[in-house]
């Protein structure tokens, strides 16, 4: 245990004494070129260490995995697509697809939908900040914590004894139940079941970012709306939400994202089973519980894939952006 | 609504108008309320339990806990901190998350600071490059990641895993950090060169001590997804060497495991979540800047 300290307290220290001194060196070695060429080496010596992480741990590998997704198991062999007819012939694989997409609409449809309706409640109230940081709270812990918290909300006891999860016991008060949530294949009812508590988790971001756009809002333009005789309602929806949709659009963006990649909650919560499997899943256990590296780096390209137009989506919004300023 | 505001003017109307305004407010309060204490039972209830000794947790619901006899103990925190590797995977979460943080906190400033104000060709290219990587999805770097570290001889140890991590939060650090930078004052940098200093020297001086607001935002959203982070350390560490796991990781086994440890999982979530909580609550104002600044972290 000390050793690690140690060898941490030496990188807290030593890392950030090695890159200002790499800083400060390409000062130096600028001293002995030209006047000229100064300006045109020296962003490059300064964006070297960012590009090299980069292009190592992002560029390299996600071009890495791509080829892989065409080589067997061991990445010995070409064998063509036979990774990607796998995937689009397994049972698993397609219903993890299936999963991702209820993840994708009802995750977004969620967050977005409740993170608009608190924000909007909560900007008309004295406690406002109280209600926000409860509401908030959950993205500060980890997707396992939040995990291990919905399992004990999900619990289930046989029929007869007390219920010990609140939601069972819940709906025992009307006489339903127990459910056990997470097993309920029909209707994809443990797939909502995670949803909700990923819900639980990111509709604090989405309140967040939405109420700082709500708070941008000219004030005189909704009193000049009320003064005219609108109501609440048509306040909200000819005014306020028109507004918001560039920031709804944005919070959208990243939950869509984050739906797609969605494994904590799916992996603690359930490990997949009962067709609760997702993408992301579903590629940890090629790789660890088969072995399958060929396999697995096909369905990490499908998700890449997927997300691709999103990623230029974000860069088109980013240069609108850019050109505003 | 309106026709009957118009038949009765006067002092009707207004009290009608007063009456539905405090029904509103009622309404209001009420969905708020009923929100954040939907939003708390689920913590509540996981607290409350993990307070709980023996079976108590699979016997009854924790709000029974609530009426007497009143059976709380320190029992699950004192096995969890005793008998489990629990204190050894905090710390490991410590060793993991302080240097994944400063790494690319630095790597970040200086790459946001050449983006920012220096001029080079290909430099907004470059930098929509960046912007692009904050999608790549983490699962499709692992394989070859794995292999490379594994051809290094350094899966497993926590090298790796700074490693990573500073690869993997740096296109979020250095678009947060380039907004914040390039949206400084111009004149600032141009009087500072005109009066001799080196890009070093203003960098430093100036563009550092003007950046902490959104230095501590990103040194805090990079350590809250470090402590937090599973996959990575799951697969580079856990797969290994499993006396370097951080918390995440243990607890996700423990869960996972469905052997004895169930009764303690609570008290080990808790501890987990100390951290964060501390730094969420003593930090909030820099954690809300951080994601309403730069809101598409990957």
Known sequence: MTDKLITAAIVVVGVPAVLITYIWATEQVLRLLPERAKPKVRPWLWLAPALAFLGLFLVYPTIGTVIRSFQDRFGRAWVGLDNFNWFVHSDDAISSLKNNVL??????????????????????????????????????????????????????????????????????????????????????????????????????????????????????????????????????????????????????????????????????????????????????????SYNQYGRASAVAVVLLVAIVPIMFFNIGRFRAQEAVR | MTAAAATAPGQGGRRRNWFSRVRGRIGLHGILIIIMVVWLIPTVGLFVNSFRGGTAYSDSGWWTAFFPPFNFSFENYSHVLSQQSLGTNFLNSLFISVPATVIPLFVAAFAAYAFSWMEFPGRNILFVAVVGLLVVPLQATLIPILSLFASWGIAGTFLAVWLAHTGYGLPFAVYLLRNFMGSLPREVFESAAIDGASPVTAFFRLAIPMSVPALAALAIFQFLFVWNDLLVALIYIGLVNSDNLPMTVTIANLVTSQGGGQVFIGAAAFLSMIVPLIVFFSLQRYFVRGIVGGSVKG
């Open chain 1, 103 to 288: 993840w994708l609409v009802f995750l977004t449809l969620f967050v977005v939908g409740l993170g608009l309706l608190i924000a909007v409640l909560v900007d008309r109230v004295r406690y406002e900040s109280t209600a926000k940081s409860v509401i908030f709270v959950p993205l500060a812990i980890s997707m396992v914590a939040a995990s291990v918290i919905w399992l004990q909300v999900y619990q289930y006891q046989p029929p007869g004894e007390p219920q010990t999860g609140p939601l069972n016991a819940l709906i025992g008060t009307v006489g339903l139940g127990p459910v056990a949530w997470l097993q309920q294949e029909d209707f994809s009812i443990n797939t909502f079941m995670l949803i909700i508590a990923m819900t639980w988790m990111w509709t604090g971001f989405a309140m967040v970012i939405i109420s700082a756009a709500l708070k941008g809002i000219n004030p005189e333009l909704l009193e000049a709306a009320r003064v005219d005789g609108a109501n609440e309602w048509q306040v909200f929806r000819g005014i306020i939400f028109p507004l918001l949709v560039p920031t709804l659009v944005v919070v959208a963006t990243t939950i869509i994202i984050t739906a797609l990649k969605s494994f904590d909650i799916v992996f603690t919560m359930t490990s997949g089973q009962f067709h609760t499997d997702v993408i992301a899943n579903l590629m940890y256990q090629e790789m660890f």
